[in-house]
């Protein structure tokens, strides 16, 4: 690397952690022991109907059961794996539950590998067979996903440790760990069609939670904070632990049911409800959000909540312009925040604040920013040299915040030694394979070198999907594309070729799959007769994606025959029709009896953008609804059995986030 001389190079404040050499669990114990009466959690229990709360204190004493609970149950002694690392898997779903049990395992001196049902089991096993936990938590009865391993229940864990002592844990009592333990293990996506284990160190935690502090600091007005993400994704390490852990004073955490991810209006409700002043989120929900609050026409939710970070996305100056153009209609005074990073970097590494408009574009993209404390961001090119000012380079992150590489050593290339500096902190630098520029001091994202695309703010790699896709003896070759990348209408799509004398459909292929690939790596299956290639003999992409497009072109001039429909009711399915059509493209050509909406393209932000649509035609959508009637209706529909006026409803179906027409009487 050449010397230091221009701004291809971003250092970010160089500060000192008051918490040098503890972990978050030390952080917690003394302030649990400082302000034991403050509220930590906050949730509702569904099964009785009622809120419940836990101090500081109850989780502090709860946490140190549980963590000489495990020290009981697996002995004085285990056995580190390959890395020299203490694993236990939690398969705990997000609740109190999954907090506490954290806690525990790091007062046990182990780190904690995420697993949250339900899960794929190929994909389980890969990361048990590289992470060779010696015990696995699970709050989740499946007997297959966990064979051959030390487990126990949570209930069972949970009994064995009520009467051991709630007091501190010793110094002698916990695992002995290295000076800067791993404390998480988080699998992303991976090229080679196996998902890779980042491991997370203490002080890549506390030094993202450090900087949240000196530059969001919590305001003596705010009343909570709410931990909505996925266990398995990084944004939740700091819902959780930024609020618990805040130096001048705790505050509570409202942990969200799993259903308000999808359900804006629930989510709206909760959010208000309890007062959440800020929120961390994916683009794609931010979406959802302000199309919910347009489309009922609601101007009087979300005025406390005034600090917006969008991360883990590709945000764009149209949803950043929609924002401030909510905002300004009720109210005004909110602040709209763009963060980049990735799990190999504590999530966040670069961020960039927006209070109007006129913050939001640079050379038409929002920024990426600036580096946060103690990282250093570097623009290099092929020969590992600095570009010079204002050209593209590949961005190179080094400091606290960089992990301590894969497990198992995978992909060492990614983690090279820095050779600028003999610093020990900035000794690695991570290869992070994403290209910026630098415009008057502020990055601007400029794309990826690789296949790996965003999907609902989780790294997916097509190459994992293509490879699980080409293992299914069903298949004689499946290639997987983004259609629309970083676009509301972005599809993940598989175009297979099948053995020959197989016959299965796409719904089978997606089914298979989804046992090694988590749910939102699943792709939208086309069927093709051949694979086609370049003069090169390389398989033409853009030939498939263009047939892809020509699919939704093909889609919108299908015709429907609505004739054995009551006159009255035909505009109304007329209107149904073309608004599936023109939302979902692809997928209406697959509607059948059996249509599942999520396999054939829907989610929660194209069901909330047919809502919007219905509403614009005059159909008016009132309330969000749960029904469980989406095959009988489609059974309806193609049996024409129609003898009733049709009225419309919103209807979400189970998780599924279906836009039905309800209300068919027979």
């Known amino acids: 690397m050449n010397s230091i001389k221009n701004d291809a190079f971003l250092a970010g404040p160089a500060k000192k952690s008051r918490f040098h050499g503890q972990r978050p669990c030390q952080v917690f114990s003394n302030l649990a022991r400082n302000h034991p009466d403050a509220i930590a959690l906050i949730w509702q229990d569904e099964r009785l109907s ?20 495990i020290l009981q149950h697996c002995g004085q002694w285990v056995a580190p794996n390959k890395d020299g690392d203490l694993v236990i898997v939690a398969c705990v779903p997000p609740s109190w539950k999954f907090v506490c049990t954290i806690l525990a395992i790091w007062k046990a001196g182990a780190c904690y590998l995420p697993v949250e049902p339900p899960a794929p089991k190929e994909r389980v096993r890969h990361m048990l067979q590289e992470t060779k936990p010696f015990l ?45 333990p791993i404390d998480i293990i988080l699998y992303t996506s991976g090229s080679t069609g196996l998902p890779k284990g980042v491991r997370i160190k203490s002080c890549s935690i506390l030094n993202r939670l450090e900087w949240q502090w000196r530059t969001f600091p919590y305001s003596k007005e705010e009343k909570t904070c709410c931990f909505k993400t996925s266990t398995t994704f990084l944004d939740s390490v700091t819902e959780v632990w930024a609020p618990l852990l805040n130096p001048d004073f705790p505050l509570p955490v409202l942990i969200l049911p799993r259903s308000a991810r999808s359900n804006p209006q629930l989510l709206v409700f909760l959010l208000n409800k309890y007062k959440v002043d800020r929120i ?15 489309i009922t026409n609601d101007n009087a939710s979300l005025r406390q909540l005034k600090l917006w970070v969008c991360t883990s996305e590709t945000l764009s100056c149209s949803l950043a312009e929609e924002f401030f153009d909510w905002s300004e209609r009720n109210g005004g005074s909110r602040i709209l925040c763009n963060f980049y990073g990735s799990t190999e970097t504590m999530g966040d590494v670069t961020y960039y604040v927006m209070k109007s408009k006129q913050d939001i574009m640079f050379k038409g993209k929002v920024p990426i920013g600036r580096p946060v404390d103690n990282t250093t961001v570097y623009l290099l090119d092929a020969q590992m040299r600095l570009v010079n000012s204002g050209e593209i380079g590949e961005v190179y992150i080094t400091g606290k915040q960089v992990a301590a590489g894969y497990v198992n050593g995978r992909d060492a290339f990614r983690f090279i030694e820095n050779t600028s500096t003999a610093d020990p902190e900035n000794k690695i630098l991570f290869k992070t394979g994403d290209y910026a520029t630098v415009y008057n001091g502020i990055l601007i994202f400029e794309g990826r070198n690789d296949s790996q695309v965003k999907v609902r703010g989780n790294r997916v790699d097509l190459s994992e999907i293509e490879t699980a896709l080409n293992k299914l003896q069903e298949v004689e070759k499946g290639v997987v594309l983004c259609y629309n990348p970083g676009q509301i209408d972005q599809e993940l799509v598989a175009f297979v070729l099948l053995n020959e004398g197989v016959l299965t459909e796409p719904a089978d292929i997606q089914k298979l799959l989804s046992k090694s690939l988590p749910s939102y790596a699943i792709p939208q299956v086309t069927m093709i007769d051949q694979v086609p290639l370049l003069v090169s003999g390389k398989i033409d992409r853009q030939c498939l994606l263009h047939h892809h497009n020509q699919l939704a072109g093909f889609t919108h001039e299908m015709k429907f025959d609505f004739n054995d429909l009551p006159d009255e009711n035909r505009p109304a399915m007329r209107c149904l029709w073309s608004t599936l059509a023109s939302v979902l493209p692809h997928a209406i050509r697959k509607l059948s009896p059996e249509a599942n909406f999520f396999n054939i393209g829907g989610n929660s932000l194209n069901s909330v953008l047919t809502i919007a649509k219905l509403s614009e035609a005059g159909y008016n959508i009132k309330s969000f609804q749960i029904a469980s009637s989406i095959n009988l209706l489609l059974k309806r529909i193609w049996s024409l059995k129609w003898k009733s006026v049709i009225t419309f409803n919103c209807l979400i179906l189970s998780g599924l986030h279906l836009l039905i027409i309800h209300s068919v009487l027979w």
């Open 280 to 294: 961390m989120l994916v683009p794609t929900l931010l979406k959802l959000i302000l199309t919910y609050l347009k």
């Open 50 to 69: 009622k809120r419940c709360e836990m101090t500081m204190d109850q989780l502090e004493k709860k946490s140190n059961k549980m963590a000489r609970g």
């Open 136 to 180: 696995v938590i699970a709050d989740w009865d499946d007997e297959d996903l966990f064979p051959d391993v030390n487990k126990i229940s949570w209930c069972s864990l949970v009994h064995s440790s009520k009467d051991l002592s709630d007091g501190p844990l010793t110094y002698e009592e916990p695992y002995t760990t290295r000076s800067d």
